[in-house]
């Protein structure tokens, strides 16, 4: 099929721009933002075309840039747009000049590429939101009056039943000429809301999310049906970042350790793909039914961001129950086949539904703030810096000083040996003592040192022995030294006694 509208450009916006706002302080730029606020409130938004092409239901709404699309087949099987059958009902429906719209397309309802017919029957809701129908153009279509709506068919046609290929809208009170309206599209969604959600989905990616920290894949996924364990940060957006060819092959459950999905615990996980990629997503999360089937607990608060190339073909399929809503703003994307149930919102450029489930609308909850994300990883500066230096600047200090700086032992007061004579009538023993206990000199001591003083006394003849051969010298010198201390200890006792 051709689509209708060409590729929008996509350029890089302001945080300004993500939060459709103007910013006048520095406040204003780290306000929070709803991600999927640019879909205006719609469960299915495309750039182009939306095809439905299965005989299931959507309980939800859709906008789409382009054209409307069924191919449900040429049987007697309409898709229907419902609020709510086995979803849950907690939503609203955008609304246009004050009433609730349900199906919205910027083109037209491309009768001549559907085989089938699209019912927008609004089961489950009050009759303010039936949701009503809005067409850019019904040209080559004629709108007729049906029930208490309208019927869009072919020219000239009064057959609005479903082998003739029709958009139905017939329980909600709708009047023909509300049908076409030209800036429909543009005022619910349109470029602005296109080009949001796709700068959301390069926010997400890129990781520059206030209080965000990043989530591992498990390294081991050998046993998927047993459940791929995520391990969430409480309190935080957690990012996970992965591959197409990291997804399993086959079908696989979603399993979280003690922390799940909450409204201050969001999970965004980014796919990026390639072209013709099929990406299985979970059968299961275990855990998102624990208060019922109508009630499911993570689907607000994940969203699967797909990367892809502009205009690629991808397609995601489950066989089972998928919560969280999908931003592929430049996928061509498929849904199913399989039963891909999908539970949230789902954004594309182009959007096919064929797969063999339902879709049921959960709003995007959490809001995210630009920034900063957490490190991941705050623990290795600490101990990297601390342990080299204690290891290196404390071991050379005391090894040297000792060796080096020996004078503190030998530089007290002289006169303490003297002191203690007085009580004794022997002065010689006390000057017998400069170098040993034994009265004889440390014949081990240098030259050098022999030089700086015999008032070294005991400490100096600890050094090892480094010069020539100088015993009589410093027997010589000895001598003197005994003598000189034995006339001066007589002299000092005598003048402190009074002698």
Same mark, same amino acid.
């Given at each position: 099929?051709?689509?209708?509208?060409?590729?929008?450009?996509?350029?890089?916006?302001?945080?300004?721009?993500?939060?459709?706002?103007?910013?006048?302080?520095?406040?204003?730029?780290?306000?929070?933002?709803?991600?999927?606020?640019?879909?205006?409130?719609?469960?299915?938004?495309?750039?182009?075309?939306?095809?439905?092409?299965?005989?299931?239901?959507?309980?939800?709404?859709?906008?789409?840039?382009?054209?409307?699309?069924?191919?449900?087949?040429?049987?007697?099987?309409?898709?229907?747009?419902?609020?709510?059958?086995?979803?849950?009902?907690?939503?609203?429906?955008?609304?246009?000049?004050?009433?609730?719209?349900?199906?919205?397309?910027?083109?037209?309802?491309?009768?001549?590429?559907?085989?089938?017919?699209?019912?927008?029957?609004?089961?489950?809701?009050?009759?303010?939101?039936?949701?009503?129908?809005?067409?850019?153009?019904?040209?080559?279509?004629?709108?007729?009056?049906?029930?208490?709506?309208?019927?869009?068919?072919?020219?000239?046609?009064?057959?609005?039943?479903?082998?003739?290929?029709?958009?139905?809208?017939?329980?909600?009170?709708?009047?023909?000429?509300?049908?076409?309206?030209?800036?429909?599209?543009?005022?619910?969604?349109?470029?602005?809301?296109?080009?949001?959600?796709?700068?959301?989905?390069?926010?997400?990616?890129?990781?520059?999310?206030?209080?965000?920290?990043?989530?591992?894949?498990?390294?081991?996924?050998?046993?998927?049906?047993?459940?791929?364990?995520?391990?969430?940060?409480?309190?935080?957006?957690?990012?996970?970042?992965?591959?197409?060819?990291?997804?399993?092959?086959?079908?696989?459950?979603?399993?979280?350790?003690?922390?799940?999905?909450?409204?201050?615990?969001?999970?965004?996980?980014?796919?990026?793909?390639?072209?013709?990629?099929?990406?299985?997503?979970?059968?299961?999360?275990?855990?998102?039914?624990?208060?019922?089937?109508?009630?499911?607990?993570?689907?607000?608060?994940?969203?699967?961001?797909?990367?892809?190339?502009?205009?690629?073909?991808?397609?995601?399929?489950?066989?089972?129950?998928?919560?969280?809503?999908?931003?592929?703003?430049?996928?061509?994307?498929?849904?199913?086949?399989?039963?891909?149930?999908?539970?949230?919102?789902?954004?594309?450029?182009?959007?096919?539904?064929?797969?063999?489930?339902?879709?049921?609308?959960?709003?995007?909850?959490?809001?995210?703030? =630009?920034? &900063?994300?957490?490190?991941?990883? +705050?623990? $290795?500066?600490?101990?990297?810096? !601390?342990? *080299? @230096? #204690? /290891? %290196?600047?404390?071991?050379?200090? =005391?090894? &040297?000083?000792?060796?080096?700086? +020996?004078? $503190?032992?030998?530089?007290?007061? !002289?006169? *303490? @040996? #003297? /002191? %203690?004579?007085?009580?004794?009538?022997?002065?010689?023993?006390?000057?017998?003592? +400069?170098?040993?206990?034994?009265?004889?000199?440390?014949?081990?001591?240098?030259?050098?040192?022999?030089?700086?003083?015999?008032?070294?006394?005991?400490?100096?003849?600890?050094?090892?022995?480094?010069?020539?051969?100088?015993?009589?010298?410093?027997?010589?010198?000895?001598?003197?030294?005994?003598?000189?201390?034995?006339?001066?200890?007589?002299?000092?006792?005598?003048?402190?006694?009074?002698?």
């Amino acid at each position: 099929m051709q689509f209708s509208r060409a590729m929008r450009p996509i350029a890089t916006l302001s945080i300004a721009a993500l939060l459709g706002m103007s910013i006048t302080s520095a406040a204003d730029a780290a306000s929070s933002l709803n991600p999927l606020a640019g879909n205006g409130g719609f469960t299915l938004t495309a750039v182009t075309d939306i095809e439905l092409g299965s005989a299931h239901e959507l309980e939800g709404s859709l906008a789409a840039g382009g054209d409307v699309i069924s191919s449900t087949g040429s049987g007697d099987q309409f898709y229907s747009l419902v609020h709510s059958s086995a979803g849950s009902a907690g939503y609203s429906l955008p609304e246009l000049d004050g009433s609730a719209v349900r199906l919205v397309a910027g083109g037209t309802f491309d009768r001549d590429a559907s085989t089938g017919s699209i019912r927008v029957a609004g089961n489950g809701s009050t009759t303010s939101t039936q949701g009503e129908i809005r067409l850019g153009s019904a040209d080559g279509l004629s709108v007729e009056a049906r029930g208490a709506g309208v019927c869009v068919q072919a020219e000239g046609s009064s057959d609005c039943s479903p082998q003739s290929k029709v958009l139905e809208q017939s329980r909600n009170t709708q009047s023909v000429a509300s049908v076409v309206d030209a800036s429909a599209y543009e005022t619910l969604v349109g470029d602005s809301g296109e080009s949001a959600l796709a700068s959301v989905s390069n926010l997400i990616e890129s990781g520059q999310i206030k209080d965000a920290i990043t989530v591992e894949w498990p390294a081991d996924t050998s046993q998927p049906m047993n459940g791929i364990t995520l391990d969430l940060a409480e309190g935080h957006v957690n990012l996970l970042n992965i591959d197409a060819s990291d997804l399993p092959d086959t079908d696989w459950k979603l399993a979280f350790g003690d922390v799940v999905p909450s409204a201050s615990t969001p999970l965004l996980i980014t796919i990026t793909a390639s072209a013709g990629d099929t990406l299985i997503l979970p059968t299961e999360t275990i855990g998102m039914y624990a208060q019922g089937s109508q009630n499911n607990l993570y689907a607000p608060f994940m969203l699967w961001n797909i990367v892809t190339p502009a205009k690629a073909a991808v397609s995601v399929t489950s066989s089972g129950i998928v919560p969280g809503s999908v931003l592929a703003p430049d996928a061509d994307l498929t849904i199913g086949p399989g039963k891909t149930l999908i539970e949230g919102q789902i954004h594309a450029w182009a959007l096919h539904v064929r797969n063999d489930g339902e879709l049921h609308h959960y709003d995007f909850v959490p809001p995210l703030t =630009p920034g &900063e994300p957490e490190d991941p990883e +705050p623990a $290795p500066e600490p101990s990297v810096t !601390p342990d *080299p @230096e #204690p /290891s %290196e600047s404390p071991d050379p200090e =005391p090894s &040297e000083k000792p060796s080096v700086t +020996p004078e $503190p032992s030998a530089t007290p007061d !002289p006169y *303490p @040996e #003297p /002191s %203690e004579q007085p009580s004794s009538d022997e002065p010689s023993p006390e000057p017998s003592t +400069p170098g040993t206990s034994s009265g004889e000199l440390d014949h081990s001591v240098t030259a050098d040192q022999n030089a700086a003083g015999a008032s070294q006394g005991s400490t100096a003849s600890s050094l090892p022995r480094t010069g020539a051969d100088v015993t009589w010298p410093l027997t010589l010198a000895g001598g003197l030294v005994v003598a000189g201390a034995g006339a001066f200890a007589i002299d000092y006792a005598a003048r402190r006694h009074g002698k």
